[in-house]
């Protein structure tokens, strides 16, 4: 059975998307803000952000719905904030477009990628207990990875491993689709990658892999007695006041919510993924999560405020991708100055980031994953509300290849 050549990104939408419909103009590349030794990002001189007045709503309304249209969205919600700037929220579409129901603010979403930030954020927090080193080898906890006695965690959080991406695998992509309602555990989610040879040597290359965050996963485990779930609850969540974020463990998706959409299916044609198992994405991708725990979400991450300023000043040690403008940390990315991550899995789409210099928050969320003219929504929209607000940082990434190369960019 053939495999839709998209669905292959479904789990790293950070690094996924392009240009506008709409011709726009990007500011000059930015790399990632040095962070200073306090573990905080400092901000540029002379920021500007404009006022979220009616004006401003007026141009990201119409640039929003010009999007949906062109990109056949069938619902996305988006919040823009800046302190003293005002606060830009907005609903637009359907979350059901079987019933005509409007999308709502306080839907429940997945939002795939987007969980390694929590993932990663957990490993962290292990190595300021004192439990786990950045420069440790994954051989250390895990064993039967390749290249393993050289692979160091910092390696796996910073995208540089060299392992090969298990959702590029065709068996995996063959029996998710036959069954997409099947679980898959950690184990066989890493066979899968693990039947590859390794695309380099650690360090040589940057490549988005999802293998990567189901090892960091299973050390968090591992190093911690606990469930990964119950780590992410315990210690990010509950003290973020993150009510309702949590990583799925089933295809249990909690009410409200928006139906999904998505063409990962075998013919091709758009299909409800909204009870489709996200197990298959598990630390890479599995979390569900809302819009004000995002808005929330988008700070605490670029601050660092559940880390250590030292270890926090590490995660934003970003290191050029493939991408003009784009740079990866450990778990976040920096793409022309907004720090945070996107995610992609199918049927839903997300976007959350924080421009230090501003200290703005940008969050999209939509209930579909098709691409248009191979351009993900997610970062259609970020590139027209950003190319509005922040002018000298548009957020614009290319668009993947269908299988990842030494050079390949960063794929979800």
Not at 180 to 209: I, M
Request: charged content about 15%.
């Amino acid at each position: 059975m053939s495999s839709p050549k998209s669905w292959r990104k479904a789990c790293v939408a950070v690094a996924v998307g392009a240009a506008l419909v709409i011709p726009v103009t990007a500011g000059g590349a930015y790399g990632a803000p040095t962070p200073d030794p306090s573990g905080s990002v400092s901000p540029s001189p002379g920021a500007t952000f404009p006022n979220l007045d009616a004006s401003v709503s007026a141009r990201l309304d119409t640039a929003i719905q010009q999007v949906m249209r062109e990109a056949a969205i069938p619902g996305v919600t988006v919040a823009v904030s800046a302190p003293d700037k005002g606060t830009y929220l907005r609903t637009f579409g359907v979350a059901d477009k079987s019933t005509g129901a409007p999308m709502e603010a306080d839907m429940n979403m997945r939002i795939g990628s987007e969980s390694k930030t929590f993932t990663v954020t957990a490993l962290l927090q292990l190595v300021d207990q004192g439990k786990v080193g950045l420069d440790d080898t994954i051989d250390k906890y895990i064993a039967g990875v390749p290249n393993g006695n050289r692979i160091t965690l910092r390696q796996l959080a910073g995208m540089r491993s060299g392992l090969f991406n298990y959702t590029m695998d065709d068996d995996f992509v063959k029996a998710f689709l036959t069954d997409p309602r099947k679980p898959f555990t950690p184990q066989q989610l890493l066979d899968y990658g693990f039947k590859h040879p390794v695309n380099f040597q650690p360090g040589a290359e940057f490549q988005y892999s999802n293998t990567n965050l189901i090892l960091l996963g299973l050390v968090v485990e591992k190093t911690s007695g606990m469930p990964l779930q119950d780590f992410i609850s315990q210690n990010i969540t509950r003290p973020a006041r993150l009510r309702n974020t949590f990583l799925a463990t089933d295809a249990t998706f909690p009410n409200p919510h928006a139906q999904g959409y998505t063409n990962q299916t075998p013919d091709g044609k758009i299909a409800n993924s909204t009870d489709w198992d996200p197990s298959w994405a598990w630390a890479a991708g599995a979390v569900i999560s809302n819009l004000q725990d995002l808005r929330s979400w988008a700070r605490i991450l670029a601050t660092g405020s559940l880390l250590k300023p030292a270890t926090q000043a590490q995660r934003l040690d970003t290191a050029p991708t493939t991408v003009p403008g784009a740079s990866y940390g450990l778990g976040i990315f920096n793409v022309q100055g907004w720090i945070g991550h996107n995610g992609s899995l199918p049927g839903y789409e997300s976007l959350t980031m924080y421009l230090p210099e501003a200290e703005a928050t940008l969050v999209v969320l939509l209930n579909t994953d098709v691409v248009h003219n191979e351009e993900e929504p997610s970062t259609l929209l970020g590139q027209a509300i950003t190319s509005i607000v922040t002018p000298n940082h548009v957020y614009n990434l290319p668009v993947v290849p269908a299988r990842p190369t030494p050079s390949a960019t960063p794929s979800p």
